[in-house]
């Protein structure tokens, strides 16, 4: 019998927003993302950040904008790009050990994010755990900069599903926002994550989804294995 958690990435896992993170913390300072990319993500960051945008639609342009920075890099130059950047030190602290607590009561862990493959891919392969994200194009070895598929809030709930099956004993989920909400509704048992969204509390609450922070999820999820 399966035992699986799926959890979310940005600010359930790593502790802040990926790409954002990776674009103006890597990408501008080491001068690979070009003019036009640069000023559409800063006024992205002005319009979310003056609630002129959902946290939902702010996303879909990030994965877009970080599509488009892609686009004629090949697979081995973004790795290197992912590996100067990605480190352990990017998660909350408590992460380690719920992903080492997990692996022991035997459970396959998935990233299921809305961020770009090759991010999520370099923050799972960081965790040594699955993951499942956004796809880009990729054609000869060299992305395109074409999103393939976005793994949204409908499609995360989806991905559960595919991944889950008769012969799973028990799943588990975890998010922090209502892009979560759809799979956190999926799996055997919910855990919302520090939401920065107060009306999520009660629609979590309504559906038997527990609420927990950095203090209380370890013993949460404790408490329902063991």
């Not at 002129?52 to 342009?61: M, P």
């Not at 799979?183 to 969204?197: A, C, I, S």
């Not at 209380?216 to 063991?226: E, N």
Request: some cysteine.
């Amino acid at each position: 019998m399966k035992k699986i958690a799926f959890f979310d990435l940005d600010k359930t896992v790593y502790n802040g927003a990926s790409m954002q993170r990776f674009l103006f913390g890597y990408l501008i300072p080491k001068r690979k993302i070009g003019f036009f990319n640069l000023l559409e993500a800063l006024l992205l960051v002005f319009r979310y950040g003056t609630r002129l945008i959902s946290h939902n639609d702010a996303s879909k342009k990030t994965i877009e904008i970080s599509a488009r920075v892609l686009n004629g890099k090949s697979i081995t130059e973004v790795e290197k790009w992912q590996k100067d950047f990605f480190s352990v030190d990017e998660f909350y602290p408590h992460i380690p050990e719920l992903f080492q607590f997990l692996k022991s009561k035997g459970f396959t862990i998935y990233i299921v994010s809305a961020s770009i493959q090759p991010i999520v891919k370099a923050c799972a392969d960081v965790l040594d755990v699955e993951c499942l994200a956004s796809t880009v194009e990729i054609k000869n070895g060299v992305y395109t900069g074409t999103i393939e598929a976005l793994m949204n809030e409908h499609e995360k709930a989806l991905a559960v599903e595919r991944k889950s099956s008769k012969d799973t004993e028990v799943s588990l989920g975890f998010g922090d926002s209502s892009g979560d909400l759809d799979m956190l509704k999926k799996v055997d048992h919910g855990f919302l994550f520090e939401p920065f969204e107060p009306a999520i509390i009660a629609q979590c609450t309504s559906f038997g989804i527990t609420v927990v922070n950095r203090n209380t999820i370890l013993d949460q999820v404790k408490k329902i294995i063991q």
